[in-house]
């Protein structure tokens, strides 16, 4: 009898010893599933989070705190390689060419945007519109009211040749006349949405753009949609933050961004027909969309684009032939034309 109690409990001590094991080794030392850990996505406390290669993006940046998909923000949704180093001339940074990123989560609801306007372009509604005459220098044009007009119900934007003696007003000289039409109302999240055939010819950029305007700049957001006319079928998404210490307003000398370009072959020339461009701008990314289709989402430095912005359309000439051609004589003959535009506000 006592015999067979002894067998009892030592095959019980050893059940338990397994049991333990097995247990131990399901959790390594220093990971937990979840919160703190590295667990599947993005690793806390500054790991990468799969397909970005340096940085975490979308809510996985968070201290300690990403699990799968919602931590790791998405392959590709930490915009293009190279694109750090803007200027407060308005050079533009080159990006890396590829098919875009793909979606680091779910869109944002659709109930959450709240149309503001659609303007078809019977007519420049001056309520709405701004029509820019100012130039940086990176740009060949300066902005002139004449650049722009209403013809058969679109916008049309042209750039020029400018006249001898054409300036900016800072006495630089400028080879060509271009248009910035630029919204008098600013959005702080929202969506722009529109129709555009974008222009062809090299050194000419077209564009939909949002931007926080103060000039001077005292900081920095800015989303784009840029069509390289060179080489029309690579179009340019770009997110421009303010990386540096703080400033106070008002500034005498702008910063600089720090740009995220990033160039996609759309598979079709953007200047042969009309297509619909889209820059969506949420508290958790901004994504690029053109015919309803995502090509770009941008979320590495979200955190940082919280400013109101304007909505710009424009047509110009850069001083960069590495980035978008060398000026030629059809630089000088090209237009974009806007079919219409639509501004919507987000609320969470």
């Known amino acids: 009898m006592m015999s067979s109690t002894r067998c009892t409990v030592a095959l019980l001590l050893f059940y338990a010893f397994i049991a333990l094991s097995c247990d131990d080794a399901s959790q390594p030392s220093g990971s937990a599933t979840g919160a703190g850990g590295d667990g599947t996505g993005a690793g806390a406390g500054g790991g990468s989070s799969a397909g970005t290669g340096s940085s975490m993006t979308g809510a996985g940046a968070a201290a300690g705190a990403s699990s799968a998909g919602a931590g790791a923000g998405g392959a590709g949704g930490g915009g293009g390689a190279g694109g750090a180093g803007g200027t407060a001339d308005g050079t533009a940074a080159a990006g890396t060419t590829g098919n875009g ?5 779910p869109p944002p609801a659709e109930e959450a945007f709240t149309l503001l306007f659609r303007d078809d372009f019977d007519q420049l509604d001056a309520a709405r519109w701004q029509l ?13 009211r004449s650049a722009a007009t209403i013809e058969r119900g679109q916008l049309v934007l042209r750039l020029t040749p400018a006249p001898q003696g054409t300036a900016d007003s800072s006495g630089a000289a ?13 959005l702080t999240y929202g969506r722009v949405r529109a129709r555009v055939k974008l222009a062809r010819g090299s050194a000419v950029v077209s564009s939909l753009v949002t931007i926080y305007t103060p000039w001077p700049a005292d900081n920095w957001n800015e989303l784009d949609i840029e069509c390289l006319g060179a080489e029309p079928n690579d179009v340019q998404f770009n997110a421009m933050v303010y990386t540096g210490a703080p400033v106070r307003p008002p500034v005498t000398q702008s910063v600089s961004p720090t740009q995220h370009p990033q160039k996609v072959d759309l598979g079709f020339d953007p200047s042969a027909d009309f297509h619909t461009y889209q820059i969506e701008w949420t508290p ?13 989402e941008w979320t590495e430095r979200i955190d940082l684009m919280v400013l109101p912005q ?24 090209a237009s974009a034309t806007y079919d219409w535009i639509e501004l919507y506000r987000y609320t969470p």
Request: no cysteine; charged share 15%.
């Open 101 to 105: 990123g793909s979606a680091g989560g």
């Open 132 to 144: 820019m005459t100012h130039s940086w220098t990176g740009n060949l044009a300066l902005f002139s």
């Open 174 to 186: 400028k080879t060509f006349l271009g248009a910035e039409v630029r919204s008098i109302d600013s």
């Open 284 to 296: 958790s990314g901004a994504r690029f969309s053109v015919d309803d289709v995502l090509r770009h």
């Open 310 to 333: 304007n909505v710009l359309m424009t047509i110009w000439a850069s001083s960069s032939p590495e980035w978008a051609g060398a000026v030629t004589a059809e630089t000088g003959k």
